[in-house]
C-alpha cells in the first residue's frame, strides 16, 4: 500500500503538469476559429453538464486537415528536422573533441575545463543570443574585427549560417558533458592493451574509445536533436525570412494571427514528431542497460 | 626437475633474448628505477619479487614500450627497443587489469591482434579456437567479458596475449585477483602453458610463494634497485643479503662481530661456530627455521644455546617453536611432528637447548 502512494507523485506530476495541458491543447485544436474571446468555438460550458455531448460533437479533425493542405507546415516540420539534425552533427563534431581534450586533461585542470562548460548557464539564454546579434550583425564585433584584418564583411546575421551558429554554442554544453563522462570511464589500460596488440594511437581511437563512448554520443545527440527541433529564439533572433522553424511558425500563428485553434494543431503535431527520437533514445539506452 | 638441465644463465655461449643496461627511471625528481641490469634467457619464466611499489611494474613496462627509460639501453633479440613503438615489439602484456575490451566477447578480444596483423580469416578462426582450447574457454567464446567469471576473465586475458604467439610474454600480477586455491591451480597452468608454448615469461608478483612456484629465475627489488637475481633454490639456501633471506621465506637473524670463524653475538655466550667466508667485521647469521634442532637436553652439536620456550604453533605435519634466548631475541625452531601429540615431550615454559651445525647458517654482512 505504501509503495503505491509512493509511486503516486510522479503520476499526479505527469497529470498536471503534462496530460492536462496536452488536453486542453488538443481540444483546442479541434475546435473551430472564432472571433470572440477565447477565439475558438465551441467552448464548455462548465455549468451545465447537458451542454457537453453537444460541445464534443462539434470537435473535428479540419484544423489538421488544414496543416496537411497548406506546405508551409510540413516544409516547416521538415525544415526543422533539417536544421536539427546538422546542427547537432556540427555540435557532435565540434563537442566530441573538446569532450576529449577534457577527458585527456591532467586532473588537476579539469574543475576549470568543466567549469568553462556549464559558465554559460550562468547567465540567461536570452541575452546570450542578443549578445549573438552584436556579434554577427552588419556592423557587428566580427565584421569590425575582420576589417582591422582587412577581410570584407560578412553578412551573417538574419541567414541560416546566424541559426547554425547559435544553436551550435547555445547546445555545445549538452553534446560535451555526456560525452566526457563517458570517455572519463574508459580505463586508460584498455588504449595500452590496444597498442600493445598492435593498434597504432589512432586505430586504438576508433576502435576502442569511439565505441566505448557510444552511449554518451547517442545522449548527447539526442539532447540535442529533441530541443532544437522546437527551438524558438534562436530562428527568431539569428535567423532571416527564410529561416523556416516549426516553433517560430507555431508563435506567429499563435500571438501574429491570433489563430489557436491552428497554433494547437502545430504543436500536437510537433509533440508527435518528437515522441518519435524520444522513444528511439529510451529504446536504445535500455537496450545498453541490459546488455 | 627443469632447474637441472635448464641454466642458459650458466653458459657463456647462450645470448640472453632480454637485456636491460644500467636501466635507470625517474618520475620527475622520484628515481623509481635506479640503474638495473638484467639478462633473460629464451624460454624462461622470469619473475620479477618485491613489495608494492618497488618498481616492478615499470620495470615490465618499459620493455612493453608504455615507459621510456630516462637512461640505460633495453633490447630484445639483441636489438635496441629505445624508438620502436609498443604495437611494434614483439612483446605481449598481460595487464593486472585483464583490459579486456568490454564491448566485445571474449572471441573478439582474442582475435584482435591476429586481426591487427591483417591475418586472412580462416588463419584468425584457427588461431582463436586454439587459444580457447589451450585456456579451456570454447563455451565461452560468444559471452561479453562482464558475463564471465573473474578466473575466466584472467583465462581469456592470457589468451588474448598469447594469440600473436609474442617472443615475450609480460604478466603484471597476473593471478593477484584470484582467490588462494585458485591461483595455485592457476599457478601451475601456467607453467603448463610456457612449456607448451616455449615463450619466455616474465612475470610480475608480490607474492615470494608464487614466484618460487612457477619460476626458472627470480629478481628480488627493493625501491627500485635489484637486490639479486638467481634460481629459487638458491635465493632460498644462499640469500645475499638480510633483505632477501628475510623476503624469501622464514629466516632467524642474529647479529654479532664476524671474526672470520666465529660469531660473537652475546656478552658471555660461546661464540658461534660457522663456515663461511663472509669479511670479518658486523654481521648477521640467518638461520632457516628448519635447519635448527630442538631438545630437552644439550645436544652435542658445533653450536647449542639454551633457551626458554615461549610458544608453540602447531602446523599440522610442522611445530614451530618460539624461544627465547640469552639477550631477549625470539628465535623460531620446527620441528615435524613425527610423533603424536600426546607424546611429544616440549612444552610451554620448558628449557630447551637449540642447535645447529657450522654449515647450517649463512653469514651476511649486508
Ligand atoms: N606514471 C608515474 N608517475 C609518477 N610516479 C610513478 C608513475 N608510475 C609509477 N610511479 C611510482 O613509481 C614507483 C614504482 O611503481 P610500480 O612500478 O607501479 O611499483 P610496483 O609495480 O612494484 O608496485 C611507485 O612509487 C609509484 O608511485
Ligand atoms: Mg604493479
Known amino acids: 500500500m505504501i509503495r503505491r502512494v509512493i509511486l503516486w507523485p510522479p503520476y499526479i506530476w505527469l497529470l498536471i503538469l503534462f496530460l492536462l495541458p496536452f488536453a486542453l491543447v488538443f481540444k483546442i485544436a479541434l475546435s473551430d476559429y472564432a472571433i470572440a474571446i477565447p477565439p475558438y468555438t465551441p467552448t464548455f460550458d462548465w455549468a451545465d453538464p447537458s451542454s457537453w455531448g453537444a460541445t464534443l460533437g462539434a470537435l473535428d479533425f479540419e484544423n489538421f486537415q488544414w496543416l496537411l493542405d497548406d506546405p508551409l507546415y510540413y516544409t516547416a516540420y521538415l525544415s526543422s528536422l533539417r536544421i536539427a539534425l546538422v546542427a547537432t552533427v556540427l555540435a557532435l563534431l565540434i563537442g566530441y573533441p573538446m569532450a576529449y581534450a577534457m577527458a585527456r586533461a591532467p586532473a588537476h585542470w579539469r574543475p576549470l575545463l568543466m567549469m568553462l562548460v556549464i559558465l554559460p548557464f550562468w547567465s540567461s539564454f536570452l541575452i546570450r543570443i542578443y549578445a549573438w546579434i552584436g556579434i554577427l550583425s552588419n556592423e557587428g564585433f566580427l565584421n569590425m574585427v575582420l576589417g582591422w584584418v582587412g577581410i570584407p564583411p560578412l553578412s551573417i546575421i538574419n541567414t541560416n549560417t546566424a541559426v547554425y551558429i547559435g544553436l551550435v554554442y547555445a547546445y555545445l554544453p549538452f553534446m560535451i558533458l555526456p560525452i566526457f563522462a563517458s570517455l572519463d570511464r574508459i580505463d586508460p589500460s584498455l588504449l595500452e592493451a590496444a597498442e600493445d596488440l598492435g593498434c597504432s594511437r589512432t586505430e586504438a581511437f576508433w576502435r576502442i574509445t569511439v565505441p566505448l563512448s557510444k552511449a554518451g554520443i547517442f545522449a548527447g545527440c539526442f539532447l540535442v536533436f529533441i530541443p532544437v527541433v522546437g527551438e524558438y529564439i534562436v530562428p527568431s533572433l539569428l535567423g532571416g525570412s527564410n529561416t523556416l522553424m516549426i516553433g517560430k511558425v507555431l508563435v506567429e500563428e499563435f500571438f501574429n494571427n491570433r489563430d489557436w485553434t491552428v497554433a494547437s494543431a502545430v504543436a500536437v503535431v510537433l509533440l508527435f514528431v518528437l515522441v518519435i527520437p524520444i522513444v528511439l533514445f529510451q529504446r536504445s539506452a535500455e537496450r545498453r542497460d541490459a546488455t | ?366
Open chain 2, 1 to 366: 626437475m627443469t632447474d637441472d638441465v635448464f641454466a642458459p644463465w650458466n653458459d657463456p655461449g647462450q645470448s640472453p633474448l632480454i637485456r636491460y643496461a644500467n636501466v635507470t627511471k625517474k618520475f620527475g625528481e622520484f628515481t623509481a628505477i635506479d640503474n638495473v641490469s638484467i639478462d633473460i634467457f629464451p624460454g624462461e619464466f622470469f619473475a620479477l619479487l618485491g613489495p608494492s611499489g618497488c618498481g616492478k611494474t615499470t620495470l615490465m613496462r618499459m620493455l612493453a614500450g608504455f615507459e621510456t627509460p630516462t637512461s640505460g639501453i633495453i633490447s630484445l633479440g639483441g636489438q635496441d627497443m629505445g624508438n620502436v613503438p609498443p604495437n611494434k615489439r614483439p612483446v605481449n602484456m598481460m595487464f593486472q587489469s585483464y583490459a579486456l575490451f568490454p564491448h566485445m566477447n571474449v572471441w573478439d578480444n582474442i582475435a584482435f591482434g591476429l586481426r591487427r596483423d591483417g591475418l586472412p580469416k580462416d588463419q584468425v578462426a584457427a588461431r582463436v579456437e586454439e587459444m580457447l582450447r589451450l585456456v579451456q574457454l570454447q563455451k565461452f567464446a560468444k559471452r561479453k567479458p562482464d558475463a564471465i567469471s573473474g578466473g575466466q576473465r584472467q583465462r581469456v586475458a592470457l589468451a588474448r596475449s598469447l594469440a600473436k604467439a609474442p617472443k615475450v610474454l609480460l604478466l603484471d600480477e597476473p593471478l593477484g585477483a584470484l582467490d588462494k586455491k585458485l591461483r595455485q591451480e592457476t599457478q601451475f597452468e601456467l607453467v603448463d602453458i610456457q612449456e607448451k608454448t616455449g615463450t619466455t615469461f616474465m612475470i610480475v608478483t608480490h607474492d615470494q610463494e608464487e614466484a618460487m612456484t612457477v619460476s626458472t629465475r627470480i629478481a628480488v627489488m627493493d625501491e627500485g634497485i635489484i637486490k639479486q637475481i638467481d634460481t629459487p633454490a638458491s635465493l632460498y639456501e644462499a640469500p645475499n643479503s638480510r633483505y632477501v633471506a628475510d623476503f624469501i621465506g622464514d629466516v632467524n637473524l642474529i647479529e654479532g662481530d664476524w671474526r672470520g670463524d666465529t660469531l660473537h653475538w652475546a656478552e658471555g655466550q660461546t661464540p658461534l661456530a660457522v663456515q663461511s667466508d663472509a669479511p670479518v667485521g658486523k654481521a648477521w647469521l640467518a638461520l632457516r627455521p628448519e635447519k635448527i634442532a630442538i631438545s630437552k637436553d644439550q645436544a652435542k652439536a658445533d653450536n647449542a644455546i639454551p633457551g626458554q620456550v615461549i610458544d608453540i604453533a602447531y602446523l599440522g605435519n610442522l611445530s614451530t617453536y618460539v624461544v627465547e634466548i640469552p639477550g631477549g631475541q625470539k628465535i623460531r625452531a620446527q620441528a615435524t611432528n613425527a610423533r603424536r601429540l600426546s607424546r611429544r615431550d616440549i612444552t610451554w615454559n620448558d628449557t630447551v637447548w637449540l642447535s645447529w651445525t657450522s654449515t647450517a647458517g649463512l653469514v651476511l654482512s649486508e
